[in-house]
Nanobody, 123 residues
Framework: VQLQASGGGLVQAGGSLRLSCLAS????????MGWFRQGPGKEREFVAA????????LYSDSVKGRFTISRDNAKNTVFLQMNSLNPEDTAAYYC?????????????????WGQGTQVTVSS
């Protein structure tokens, strides 16, 4: 079972990136999925989550209105569209699969984790 995150990179403030998380080894179409991030010297924090059907989403206050989480169950892939990026968004971004059908903000609700993709936003 593997979650492969990709799409990170270096971008200027105000720019956009789209992260992808491809699941392999099993399907997660019945699981809620989430994105978390960990900046330098910081704890891993919740960013966004989506339920198994994609009809319900949850965002942290810091990204609400700028980031959009979505999923394509046919492709076993979850996306995170990030707009209006600022230097405070600099972090390694991790996707994760929840033990529940819905997405939550609690790290302990996620059993499978990807390896992370680095996002760096320059000012």
């Amino acid at each position: 079972v593997q979650l492969q995150a990709s799409g990170g990179g270096l971008v200027q403030a105000g720019g956009s990136l789209r992260l992808s998380c491809l699941a392999s080894g099993r399907t997660f179409s019945n699981n809620g999925m989430g994105w978390f991030r960990q900046g330098p010297g910081k704890e891993r924090e919740f960013v966004a989550a989506i339920n198994w059907r994609g009809g319900s989403t949850l965002y942290s206050d810091s990204v609400k209105g700028r980031f959009t989480i979505s999923r394509d169950n046919a492709k076993n892939t979850v996306f995170l569209q990030m707009n209006s990026l600022n230097p405070e968004d600099t972090a390694a971004y991790y996707c994760a699969a929840s033990i529940y059908a819905y997405g939550t903000s609690r790290r302990s609700d996620y059993r499978f984790w990807g390896q992370g993709t680095q996002v760096t936003v320059s000012s």
